[in-house]
Antibody, heavy 126, light 111 residues
Framework: QLQLQESGPGLVKPSETLSLTCTVSGGSISSSNLYWGWIRQPPGKGLEWIGSISYSGTTHYSPSLKSRVTISVDTSKNHFSLKLTSVTAADTAVYYC??????????????????WGKGTTVTVSS | QSVLTQPPSVSAAPGQKVTISCSGS????????VSWYRQLPGTAPKLLIYDNDKRPSGIPDRFSGSRSGTSATLGITGLQTGDEADYYCGTWDSSLSGGLVFGGGTKLTVV
């Protein structure tokens, strides 16, 4: 059974870069047709999609975060990563790594998340 | 403000049925498939419905989904106290902004 585990600093200073890693167990990160992604949830608020990366390296990022986000895959370590630059207090959230399913049928998209990590809390504060 | 609109809260008695609505536009729900998630306090969300009306393995048939035009609905029958949670709808948005978008979430209370 595929499992995801987030890791990284729980505290980041304003203006610095948030870096998280998601370790994949129970499966290979380089299997074809797979996607990997990140979603976050600020305290007391709803879910916010950050972005995803496909098995072929194609990335999709949230328009509101695109200028600050990078998602990458390290097949040798079977993990993928999130980097978010120039963080502010508004980036304080629980960050979930995810395994979304994303397919297109012509112009129609199906995109849903069927595997979630347990989440890791990141606080941005000096 | 969320791209998709859900009621902030709904409530119903144990054993009853409840529906949660999710309203969007032609560029998201109107064009793409909808999914639904349940989030129990302090835990990660869990997929309940995908592709508008399909249930993943292990999700009981008490949970159902439908889509009509630019709106979607999650139905839960035979409510249990353990169903108290936050529920989110999600779908792909095909506008220039693009990406996965969510509703603001609906808190279900079973009283």
């Amino acid at each position: 059974q595929l499992q995801l585990q987030e890791s990284g600093p729980g505290l980041v200073k304003p203006s610095e870069t948030l870096s998280l890693t998601c370790t994949v167990s129970g499966g290979s990160i380089s299997s074809s047709n797979l996607y990997w992604g990140w979603i976050r949830q600020p305290p007391g608020k709803g879910l916010e999609w950050i972005g995803s990366i496909s098995y072929s390296g194609t990335t999709h990022y949230s328009p509101s975060l695109k200028s600050r986000v990078t998602i990458s895959v390290d097949t040798s370590k079977n993990h993928f990563s999130l980097k978010l630059t120039s963080v502010t207090a508004a980036d304080t959230a629980v960050y979930y790594c995810t395994r979304p399913s994303h397919r297109t049928f012509g112009l129609v998209h199906t995109y849903y998340v069927d595997v979630w990590g347990k989440g890791t809390t990141v606080t941005v504060s000096s | 403000q969320s791209v998709l609109t859900q009621p902030p809260s709904v409530s119903a008695a144990p054993g009853q049925k409840v529906t949660i609505s999710c309203s969007g536009s032609s560029s998201n729900i109107g064009d793409n498939f909808v999914s639904w998630y349940r989030q129990l306090p302090g835990t990660a969300p869990k997929l309940l419905i995908y592709d508008n009306d399909k249930r993943p393995s292990g999700i009981p048939d008490r949970f159902s989904g439908s889509r009509s035009g630019t709106s979607a609905t999650l139905g839960i029958t035979g409510l249990q106290t353990g169903d108290e949670a936050d529920y989110y709808c999600g779908t792909w948005d095909s506008s220039l902004s693009g990406g996965l978008v969510f509703g603001g979430g609906t808190k279900l209370t079973v009283v």
